[in-house]
Nanobody, 115 residues
Framework: QVQLVESGGGLVQPGGSLRLSCAAS????????MNWYRQAPGKQRELVAV???????NYADSVKGRFTISRDNAKNTVYLQMNSLKPEDTAVYSC?????????WGQGTQVTVSS
């Protein structure tokens, strides 16, 4: 079992920044990659960023150059630094990992970009 807990969401003005955190606990040995997804009302869930055990990362085109995924192995935590936020970034952001054929999700955190 893996537990994921997100934090750091909130209301921010366009152009602002937020940093999301995802703390992992439980049987996390063997996790290969951690993912951040988002889902806006009425839209499909979108993969935003990935960070692998090797340290390699990937981003959705919509967030490249604005978002940065990183990790602190000592704290078993993955971060999503979001800069230059736009209203279209408004969504529930969730972290995810897959281990042993099971997909684990956090509870999600709301990010609202509005003036």
């Amino acid at each position: 079992q893996v537990q994921l807990v997100e934090s750091g969401g909130g209301l921010v003005q366009p152009g602002g920044s937020l940093r999301l955190s995802c703390a992992a606990s439980g049987n996390i040995f063997g996790i290969y990659a951690m993912n951040w997804y988002r889902q806006a009302p009425g839209k499909q869930r979108e993969l935003v960023a990935v960070i692998r055990r090797t340290g390699t990362t990937n981003y959705a085109d919509s967030v490249k150059g604005r978002f940065t995924i990183s990790r602190d192995n000592a704290k078993n935590t993955v971060y999503l630094q979001m800069n230059s936020l736009k209203p279209e970034d408004t969504a529930v952001y969730s972290c995810n990992t897959n281990l042993g054929g099971i997909s684990y999700w956090g509870q999600g955190t709301q990010v609202t970009v509005s003036s």
